[in-house]
């Protein structure tokens, strides 16, 4: 059963899946390594992980010897600010409404999905990294 937790195309489960990679590689990891592992483009993991440098989520190295790190320990990340984080990549923005009916059904909208992400950061928030790593390494491959 999916929850359905993404923005633009599947954000928050590549973001996700691209900490798990980074947790469990000794060493800075590559975006093309993540890509690899993802089974994503590794533009579009780059994209990704920008916005999780912007939330000091992870750092980033350049060079030959560079690549992504984590920015603190797996305990101290939640998923609610991976969410957050990646939030804000959603090429979707709100559109402008023609009619006073379409406002108002707008602004309904809007206020139940304040309500939805709220509730759902408040979730977010009981999990971190780490917790996602436990399930992971239980789970037969």
């Keep these: 059963m999916s929850l359905g937790i993404s923005h633009g195309p599947g954000w928050f489960p590549v973001a996700v899946q691209a900490l798990v990679v980074i947790a469990e590689t000794e060493g800075p990891c590559s975006s093309s390594t993540m890509a690899q592992d993802l089974k994503a483009h590794a533009v579009f ?42 939030k804000l990549a959603d090429p979707q923005g709100d559109t402008a409404c023609s009619s006073d009916v379409n406002a108002r059904v707008q602004t309904a909208l809007d206020e139940i999905g304040a309500e ?12 971190t990294l780490a917790s996602i790593l436990e399930r992971v390494e239980r789970r037969p491959s």
């Design 116 to 127: 939805a992400e709220h509730r759902l950061l408040e979730l977010l928030g009981h999990y």
């Design 45 to 86: 993991v780059r994209r990704v992980l920008a916005h999780l440098v912007r939330a000091n989520i992870v750092q980033a190295r350049e060079g030959r010897d560079g690549g992504y790190r984590l920015a603190r320990p797996a305990e101290h990340i939640t998923l609610a600010e991976v969410y957050q984080a990646v």
